[in-house]
């Protein structure tokens, strides 16, 4: 099967084509802005690549132009909720091979990659190859990486401690915002899984002081559907990326592992 990399912001999409590719056995990988978006592409060279057109720090415009300069011919699906006919002519001679609606449904999408991992790329070229071999995305290089648990839940810690823990990683666990942050001052991190609604200290007001006093920690929300917007804002908040209750744990390793990769190659 083929290696499919995601570049949207809206956590529901990123969550759902993740479940579907890898229920059709694809490898995905999936990042939530246009920056981090170029660089995995620059690093695991995907056979296709899911993009979309608003995006944080770098536009689809501008990741579709960063694809092609790199890796001419890479199959690459525009997939956006600003569906203008004009824009979409503007793409496919950019590059793009589909320009699909998010308003049509993600159906469209599968039936879209499957059609174009039956063809031929335009041409045999791709980027310098870097990483680990096979593709795979590398863990840090400390290690699995270091990543703090904060939520209330006792048994949502545990089931993701495990499942962390059994994927390679030194995983730490508190139940609330105020023991997060002492945890991080005495202990090495690299990233926080951090809830949004906990007693004691929300993790909104705990982003917030991580940002302020350990900005080089990477935070990654949790959050259930009914906080899809406060979780957006705590993109510009300065969490990385966010993913829903009842936690996907294969989209989560996805996440994380794309993150670590962008943290060894940036530190």
């Not at 793409?91 to 993600?106: H, I, P, R, V, W």
């Not at 059609?115 to 593709?135: H, I, R, V, Y």
Request: net charge negative; glycine share 8%.
């Amino acid at each position: 099967m083929a290696k499919i990399l995601i570049i949207d912001d809206d956590g529901i999409v990123r969550d759902a084509l993740t479940v579907f590719l890898t229920r059709a056995g694809h490898e995905t990988t999936a990042v939530v802005d246009g920056v981090n978006g170029l660089l995995v592409f620059k690093n695991n060279h995907p056979d296709l690549v899911i993009l979309d057109r608003d995006l944080p720090s770098l536009s689809g415009s501008e990741v579709l132009a960063g694809i092609m300069a790199a890796a001419p011919g890479t199959r690459v699906i525009i997939l956006t909720g600003y569906d203008n006919p004009e824009d979409a002519d503007q793409y496919l001679k950019s590059g793009a091979a589909s320009f699909l609606s998010k308003a049509d449904g993600l159906s469209n999408v599968l039936t879209e990659i499957e059609k174009l991992l039956g063809a031929s790329p335009k041409t045999t070229a791709a980027p310098e190859q870097s990483g680990s071999p096979g593709g795979k995305l590398p863990l840090s290089s400390a290690g699995g990486g270091r990543i703090l648990i904060v939520d209330d839940d006792d048994s949502i810690r545990a089931v993701l401690s495990r499942f962390l823990i059994s994927e390679g990683y030194s995983a730490f666990s508190v139940a609330d915002g105020k023991a997060a942050l002492a945890f991080v001052e005495r202990e090495e991190t690299d990233l926080v899984l951090l809830d949004i609604y906990m007693p004691v200290m929300n993790g909104v007001e705990v982003l917030k002081e991580l940002r302020e006093k350990r900005p080089e920690i990477d935070v990654l929300m949790i959050t259930g559907n009914a906080d899809e917007e406060v979780a957006r804002d705590c993109l510009k908040d300065g969490a990385f990326d966010y993913i829903a209750k009842p936690v996907n744990l294969a989209a989560l390793n996805t996440l994380i592992r794309a993150r670590l990769l962008v943290r060894r190659k940036t530190h």
